[in-house]
């Protein structure tokens, strides 16, 4: 031990391994491309103030480390959803279980979505929130599964392309478990 109080020692990396999860994106290539992304989005956007609106619960990793990729002026805001999938079809039925706290209109806004899979969750909260009239209204999704899509909508920004398998990690869940993953993971039984 040394004697020095402000010296941290690094505890062992902590253990994620259940057999169940395989590495599908590395917790490197998630930070490198969630840092480009910012970039990105900010040279785009410019020197505005942005409102970024994270889709509760499985963006919330991903919120918070786009918006500190983003730098400048942000705001954070959550909207709390809710896909009704009836039968083997989805039903397209999607519920705001949580508005935002706050008027959007006039503001540069950029939902901010763990996964777009059928493309109906992104699709309804486009419409959504266009009708709140903001000043621009762009869309960010880390995953992309094109190879599932039931409406033709398109996030502005993709952080990966994925083939048609269900992820875990980096704030995505099974039963609300493995959002702590630190890596997107492909989950099998
Ligand atoms: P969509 O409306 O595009 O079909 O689905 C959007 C939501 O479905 C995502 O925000 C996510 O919560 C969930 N989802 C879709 N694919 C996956 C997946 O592979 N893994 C996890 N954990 N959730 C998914």
Redesign the pocket.
Known sequence: MSDDPTATTSPPPPRYDDGHVQVLISQERVAARVAAMGAEIRAELGDVPITCIG?LK??FIFMADLVRALGGQVRCEFLG?S?YHGGTR?TGV?RITEDLRHPIEGHHCLIV??????????DYLHHFLAGRKPASLRTVAL?D?PG?R?VDVKADHVGFTIPD????GYG???GEL?RNLPFIGV?SP
Do not use: A, M, N, P
């Not at 979505?113 to 992104?122: A, S």
């Not at 398998?165 to 875990?168: A, H, L």
């Open positions: 889709v499985g963006s959803v896909s989805s999607v979505e763990d996964i777009v899979d059928t493309g109906l969750t992104l995953l599964k599932r039931e398998e269900f992820v875990v995505l869940d099974l493995y989950y």
